[in-house]
């Protein structure tokens, strides 16, 4: 990774991207206004910030993004619901770029399975029994089926989640490093298997040709690192 600071070829450092005029009411009067958007340097930032995971992944790139959602978005068929299989910090990368495009005024959530338990997992409002209906909110949702713990309603909440986002039709990723740690994975139960049956399953793979996506040997050893820390921290996990 390189140290010397470089400003960003697209915006020159303003981070920020003009794009023409816009019809606005201010102040009671209409006219035409120029408007910026972020510039994709500014976005990544705001990603890194808010995901510690995706932190280490390189820069998510404009083209890659277009890409991916071209590649996995919802259609009639499928709701946007993968299984993701294959290099972790790949999986991030390909995450990165899916948050890229909408991050600002989209819900976007990336998450371990055991996270839903010590973040999510709350009362219902009528003190009934346990929920995580607070995922639901979220546009997209990224779980990785890693978790190491298992604490004793984590199936239970799993389940629930897939089943709340599938009644929403809303697009849930799921990550595992292969199909044998898919099978072997704490997440799910027998309640749970049955929402993954839609769902469509990809063999991520270095080949995979991403513009932004290179990773060489320090990155791979900086991203065991980042992932030992992350499993130290536990249900401290990364505050926004
Ligand atoms: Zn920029």
């Not at 990774?1 to 794009?19: A, D, L, Q, S």
């Not at 930032?45 to 820069?59: C, W």
């Not at 299989?85 to 990165?96: C, D, Q, T």
């Amino acid at each position: 990774m390189t140290t010397e600071v470089v400003p960003c070829p697209r915006c020159n450092g303003t981070k920020f991207m003009y794009r023409g005029y816009q019809e606005k009411t201010e102040h009671g009067r209409r006219a035409m206004y120029p408007y910026a958007l972020p510039c994709y340097c500014e976005l990544n930032r705001i990603i890194s910030k808010q995901f510690g995971m995706l932190s280490q992944v390189p820069v998510a790139t404009p083209e890659d993004s277009e890409k991916i959602h071209a590649r996995y978005h919802s259609n009639g068929k499928n709701k946007g619901n993968y299984i993701f299989l294959g290099e972790e910090s790949l999986f991030f990368y390909v995450v990165k770029c899916y948050f890229l495009n909408g991050i600002t005024h989209k819900n976007y959530l990336i998450l371990e399975g055991v996270n839903i338990v010590d973040k999510y997992n709350t009362v219902k409002p009528d003190g009934s029994r346990l929920t995580v209906g607070a995922l639901d909110q979220y546009d997209m949702l990224a779980i990785l089926f890693t978790s190491k713990g298992e604490p004793p309603t984590l199936k239970a909440c799993v389940a629930e989640v897939l089943k709340n986002r599938q009644r929403l039709g809303k697009a849930t990723w799921i990550y595992a490093p292969s199909k044998e740690r898919l099978e072997s994975c704490r997440e799910i139960s027998g309640d749970s298997k049955p929402y993954l049956d839609d769902y469509s399953t990809v063999q991520l793979k270095l080949d995979n040709t991403f513009n932004g996506y290179t990773l060489d040997v320090s990155d791979k050893q900086k991203m065991k690192s980042i992932r030992k820390i992350q499993d130290d921290l536990g249900s401290l996990g990364a505050s926004l």
